[in-house]
């Protein structure tokens, strides 16, 4: 049985999933953390939880480290990339003008690209012979009209510099559109859908037809939706507002908008939606208002993206806050009471689980859903596609 070894790199870990892209099952996971460090470790979780101390292990280090304690017929390797630019409206076959070009969007993804193109790199040399594919986080959205993804900036910022929302989550976005039709038992082609991805980054798009026509974020990550650390939408003139008030530099308010706000920088107690319900339950008032403005903020990004649907067939969260925390739910859905949903309590309790991911009630003007994601999936299937002996 044929399975794809599906790789997510950043500049100093390297997840990885060894899956089976028939069946969905995962054979191996695991993570390897710190690496270019004296602390580089690498944990494997499945089959078996095993951890290795490999102090200054590159990303190629931890991949020999990983490979010689997992088993399976490796026949394809998925990279997860943040941002394809312009450039990928789809997965691709990896070859060098393919690395060139991801490398080339790394002023637009700075943390994410360069570390990719390394994790590349090192796994072609493991395994030279096997097709290698490349799987956006971007490539979904490319569908977008200009409506939705130009700034209303001067043009010459769109043409020269490339400044336009790209989008984030795609592979998920697609993923539980695809899974809510089959839920629904309607044609994706069908549907006008409205999708939240809620984990530590967050967005929502606008799904019509299978296609995204809009979604919060934006240039980077960091646009739309309050998340664990991120501010989401702040005005553009925040930053020289607090260079001068601070004596912060651009670096430092950068660095404060992305890793030190969003629920973290609220409740000034943790970036963790489950430590925060918790808190909140025992009277921890900033916790409890760094949940409420959480779900106001995505409550009011769910009707900007209802302007690019004729209707709205239904809402589906997912993602690590989506698919477990029934507050969040609903809490987001009674600010949408112009769409006047009816939570079914008891569904939304057990994240809908009896009942196909539906947590409204059945005659509720609008239908909400919880569906999981599984990005690893979707990245081994799209590799699946290039691997001869698995293409069907
Ligand atoms: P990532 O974006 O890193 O993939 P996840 O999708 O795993 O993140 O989501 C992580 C978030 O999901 C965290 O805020 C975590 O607290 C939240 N989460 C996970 N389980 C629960 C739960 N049972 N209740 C509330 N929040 C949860």
Not at 156 to 173: D, I, L, Q
């Amino acid at each position: 049985m044929g399975l794809i070894f599906v790789v997510n790199c950043g500049s100093s870990s390297l997840k990885f999933t060894l899956i089976n892209p028939e069946d969905g099952k995962t054979v191996a996971n695991g993570l390897a953390e710190r690496l270019g460090t004296p602390e580089a470790v690498v944990n494997i979780r499945q089959p078996v939880r095993l951890e290795f101390q490999v102090p200054n292990a590159t990303h190629g280090d931890a991949l020999d480290k990983i490979l010689s304690h997992i088993d399976g017929d490796i026949v394809g390797v998925g990279h997860r990339i943040v941002h394809g630019g312009e450039y990928f409206t789809e997965s691709v076959l990896v070859d060098d003008k393919v690395v060139e070009l991801i490398g080339s969007a790394s002023d637009l993804a700075p943390l994410h690209n360069p570390a990719h193109v390394m994790g590349i790199e090192a796994a072609r040399k493991k395994f030279p012979d096997l097709p290698h594919v490349v799987v956006f986080d971007t490539a979904f959205h490319q569908s977008m009209p200009k409506r939705a993804y130009l700034y209303a900036l001067p043009y010459a910022m769109y043409t020269n510099e490339k400044v336009r929302k790209y989008g984030f989550h795609g592979t998920s976005h697609r993923y539980v559109a695809g899974e809510a039709a089959k839920l629904m038992g309607k044609p994706l082609e069908d549907l006008h859908l409205i999708t939240m991805h809620l984990g530590n980054g967050s967005s929502t798009c606008a799904i019509r037809e299978g296609k995204s026509y809009d979604t919060s974020m934006g240039l980077t990550p960091l646009e739309g939706l309050i998340m664990g650390t991120r501010s989401g939408d702040v005005d553009a003139n925040l930053h020289e507002y607090l260079t001068r008030r601070t004596g912060c530099t651009l670096s430092e308010v950068t660095a404060m908008v992305n890793r030190e706000s969003g629920l973290l920088g609220i409740s000034g107690l943790s970036n963790d939606m489950r430590t925060l319900a918790e808190a909140a339950a025992s009277g921890h008032q900033r916790a409890a208002l760094a949940i409420d403005m959480f779900c106001f903020r995505l409550a009011k990004h769910i009707l900007g993206m209802s302007a690019s649907l004729d209707r709205i067939d239904a809402l589906i969260f997912t993602g690590g806050i989506g698919e477990n925390s029934a507050i969040v739910r609903e809490k987001t859905l009674s600010y949408l009471s112009l769409l006047r949903p009816q939570v079914d309590s008891e569904l939304n309790n057990q994240h809908g689980r009896p009942a196909n991911g539906r947590i409204t009630t059945g005659d509720s003007p609008v239908l909400a859903l919880v569906v999981p994601t599984n990005e690893e999936l979707v990245i081994a299937r799209e590799t699946a596609r290039f691997v001869p002996a698995l293409a069907s």
